[in-house]
């Protein structure tokens, strides 16, 4: 599978974006999928992700009711809704597949658990 996300750019503070990643090529609909997101100088940090089938979300608590994760599995698609923006969520956002369609225990968390990464899209928020 290709993952290609986008909709970054840049943005004042309180704004909104939606960023998209289309995957092309299989397994895509069985798999949980994730965003996470990198600024400079510091570590890759999870921000999102949602199982197959979108019966589960999971947010940290940085972004937690600022931020939505949702899928269209008909369109190969997956999105996230960023609400409130501040500049502290300035990063490039990378959309990643599961291995699995579920997640067990919290480990969303763990890079380790994704097998494709898309290039990123950078979002920029100025204060």
């Known amino acids: 599978v290709q993952l290609q996300a986008s909709g970054g750019g840049l943005v004042q503070a309180g704004g909104s974006l939606r960023l998209s990643c289309a995957a092309s090529?299989?397994?895509?609909?069985?798999?949980?999928m994730s965003w996470f997101r990198q600024a400079p100088g510091k570590e890759r940090e999870f921000v999102a992700a949602?199982?197959?089938?979108?019966?589960?979300?999971y947010y940290p608590n940085s972004v937690k009711g600022r931020v939505t994760i949702s899928r269209d599995n008909a369109e190969n698609m997956v999105y996230l809704q960023i609400n409130s923006l501040k500049p502290e969520d300035t990063a490039v956002y990378y959309c990643?597949?599961?291995?699995?369609?579920?997640?067990?225990?919290?480990?969303?968390?763990?890079?380790?658990?994704?097998?494709?990464w898309g290039q990123g899209t950078q979002v920029t928020v100025s204060s």
């Open positions: 949602i199982t197959w089938s979108s019966d589960s979300t």
């Open positions: 990643a597949r599961a291995t699995t369609g579920y997640y067990y225990g919290s480990d969303y968390y763990l890079p380790d658990r994704y097998d494709a």
């Open positions: 090529g299989h397994p895509f609909s069985t798999r949980g």
